[in-house]
């Protein structure tokens, strides 16, 4: 079975410009979580989705920071305008409910410039 | 204070030593502890829960001690594939889910 998939894996750009990174959970997968790791401030809960909808995004750093899951088979996690302290892994994690065990996806490089 | 507490490390150790990681943890409401291991440049990926009675699996042993608020993972027989980096993770309710920063361990030859 494929397990979460992520793209593109890396990504590097300017400052200023705009950046989404894309994620498909598992099939039948319904809580879908959006996370940043950076070597200073480890694994980040961004956003949390359940059944498709935004449950809390209290972790989203900024308003420059947006997420949607137009479907349950696809989110978006999209940053505009981009910032060098952007830089991080993010990763998207799914699971059968909130309180089962979450997979992760490879991961987004994103390097901005 | 963190919310969880990992000591970073790293822990060398040779090959066949037995090792042990703690992990504290503030919320006294948590309801759910884990253990990830994420190996270099590649996503974090679970390793086993973590039991009130405690649990093994194979060479791993994971405790949970609510009155002191704190989980250890135990490996023994320490193989070189074991070195990672391994995450505590705390769940409080619900999706909150908090990881620790993790603790690195480099197994030698």
């Known amino acids: 079975d494929a397990g979460v998939i992520q793209s593109p894996r890396h990504e590097v750009t300017e400052m200023g410009q705009e950046v989404t990174l894309r994620c498909k959970p598992i099939s039948g997968h319904n809580s879908l979580f959006w996370y940043r790791q950076t070597m200073m401030r480890g694994l980040e809960l961004l956003i949390y989705f359940n059944n498709n909808v935004p449950i809390d995004d209290s972790g989203m750093p900024e308003d420059r920071f947006s997420a949607k899951m137009p479907n349950a088979s696809f989110s978006t996690l999209k940053i505009q305008p981009s910032e060098p302290r952007d830089s991080a892994v993010y990763f998207c994690?799914?699971?059968?409910?909130?309180?089962?065990?979450?997979?992760f996806g490879p991961g987004t490089r994103l390097l901005v410039l | 204070r963190k919310e969880v507490e990992q000591d970073p490390g790293p822990f060398n150790v040779p090959e066949g030593a037995t090792v042990a990681f703690n992990c504290t943890y503030s919320n006294s409401a948590s309801q759910s502890f884990f253990w990830y291991r994420q190996d270099c440049r590649k996503e974090p990926k679970l390793l086993m829960s973590v039991y009130s009675s405690g649990n093994e699996d194979g060479r791993f042993t994971a405790q949970l001690n609510r009155a002191s608020q704190y989980i250890s993972l135990l490996i023994r027989d320490s193989k070189l594939s074991d070195s990672a980096t391994y995450l505590c993770?705390?769940?409080?309710?619900?999706?909150?889910?908090?990881f620790g920063a993790g603790t690195r361990l480099f197994v030698k030859a």
């Open positions: 994690a799914s699971s059968f409910g909130s309180q089962e065990t979450q997979y």
């Open positions: 993770v705390v769940r409080t309710g619900g999706f909150k889910t908090i």
